[in-house]
């Protein structure tokens, strides 16, 4: 059995947003059958929806609890759980056509603690010169994570990767009342959509989505070769 749904939106998606606004109800949603879903639940309401979904007689490609697997562990360790996960996945994905990892913040922590703990399986050398030597690390720690998540779309036509919301800070120093989305620099270059859902104002159980990266191409406008965004900026409602 090979992969036969084509989704009309391929690669990674990041989804960020407000507590209980609907994150995960929007990544499972994605217009594939649950069995032809992975998801790396990181999310302490996660097996709710799971039990729900099972109770309906239904059941996943793939599925870890992996707040209970992270129970416990050093970073370290649960970065390694989470690489034979993957393993597993890549040996049954002619069944996976998506992965939703709900929540990806506390693996993407675990980047630059693996790589400050196996050196010599990214670099011979490195900088004896210790501002530098750490400097290098994150580079590198960023380097295999991008690695890591092109890995991902080897399994699957779609990655669907949920952060949640941080506080902003200026330097030093926390600015009130303002929030940025989790994630790193690779996941921010790599993923193909980012959408940030918001309580809808109407009252609307479905988020309204904000566009933080859009899909784009090329083609011509007024007779001319242009760049043609193909989502707004903003969706009133978001499913």
């Known amino acids: 059995m090979t992969n036969t749904i084509k ?11 407000e507590p209980d606004v609907g994150k995960t109800t929007f990544a499972l949603t ?16 996660g097996s709710n929806i799971v039990d729900q979904i099972r109770s309906g007689g239904y059941e996943f490609a793939y599925y870890k ?9 050093k970073p370290v360790e649960f970065h390694k759980k989470c690489l034979q996960f993957i393993k597993d996945m890549q040996a049954i994905k002619e069944k996976i056509h998506t992965i939703v990892w709900d929540n990806y913040g506390a693996f993407e922590e675990t980047f630059h603690p693996y790589v400050c703990d196996n050196m010599g399986q990214f670099k011979r050398h490195w ?16 380097t295999y994570e991008g690695q890591f998540l ?25 600015v009130p009342g303002k929030q940025v989305p989790e994630g790193k620099r690779p996941l921010v270059q790599k993923a193909q959509l980012r959408f940030w859902l918001r309580h809808n104002d109407t009252g ?22 242009g760049v043609v965004n193909v989502f707004p900026r903003r969706i009133p409602t978001c499913d």
């Open 7 to 17: 989704h009309l939106i391929g690669g990674i998606v990041h989804v960020t947003g």
């Open 30 to 45: 994605t217009g594939s059958p649950y069995e032809n879903i992975a998801f790396l639940d990181n999310d302490v309401k």
């Open 65 to 73: 609890n992996l707040t209970e697997v992270s129970k416990g562990l």
């Open 127 to 142: 900088s004896p010169n210790g501002k530098i030597k750490n400097a290098e690390k994150w580079k590198v720690s960023f």
């Open 150 to 174: 092109s890995d991902l779309m080897q399994i699957a036509d779609v990655v669907v990767v949920i952060t949640h919301l941080k506080n902003y800070y200026k330097g030093s120093v926390q």
């Open 204 to 225: 609307s159980p479905i988020p309204t989505g904000l566009l933080l990266k859009r899909i784009s191409k090329w083609g011509m406008t007024d007779g001319r070769p």
